[in-house]
């Protein structure tokens, strides 16, 4: 069943998704250059997760994925010491709502393509944190790929994750921001 789930008040109730085995090996053929990671044929660049907000039990963290490899790989999950649940969701708008859904099945990264979580779009989803990621602290999230096996990125935590220079500061978007 796919869940449909209304920004804001969703993570609150996922209460049905299950939980994300937690992994901590990191596959020994990774390399961090300069912060590019290269895994096999995965080059993962461009994470960071968000600071948590205000009160807010959730937060989201961010990657980008290319497959630089001659075979598909698929995306299986994510894990994270810092959530009691952490999902992989894609972000769609239904009129003039931001809806968000996990995407059960993970996502297929096919040769040559690039899959990317950024703000405003899919996201790795950290729900119930079990700590407060504030600017600045570096936390690991763990990824699951089918053929390329977990990998481990230390994520910078920042309160703008992502943002284009310029982009403006200090703006409250509130939960809309993930
Ligand atoms: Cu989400």
């Known amino acids: 069943m796919r869940a449909i ?17 937690k992994h901590t090996t990191t596959v020994s053929s990774t390399s961090d250059v300069n912060g590019v990671v ?24 961010y990657v980008t994925i290319t497959n630089k490899g001659n075979t598909d790989d698929r995306l299986i999950s994510a894990s994270c010491n810092c959530a009691t649940t952490t ?7 239904n009129g003039s709502t931001m809806e968000m859904a996990e995407a059960k099945d993970g996502f297929v990264i096919r ?5 990317v979580f950024a703000p405003g779009g899919n996201h790795i989803m950290l729900e119930n944190l079990t700590q407060r990621p504030k600017a600045g602290d570096t936390v690991d999230v763990t ?7 977990p990998i481990t990125l230390s994520m910078p935590v920042s309160n ?15 939960d809309m921001k993930m």
Request: proline fraction near 3%.
């Open 160 to 174: 703008t994750p992502l943002a284009k220079a310029g982009e403006a500061t200090g703006m409250d978007h509130g």
């Open 143 to 149: 990824l699951v790929f089918e053929k390329a096996g």
């Open 5 to 21: 789930l209304v920004m804001g008040l969703a993570c609150l109730a996922l209460t049905a998704c299950e939980k994300v085995e």
């Open 38 to 61: 290269t895994a096999q044929s995965l080059n993962l660049t461009d994470y960071a997760m968000r600071a948590a907000l205000g009160n807010n039990p959730n937060t989201a963290a």
């Open 111 to 115: 040769s040559g393509d690039t899959l």
């Open 87 to 93: 999902t992989l969701h894609t972000m769609t708008m």
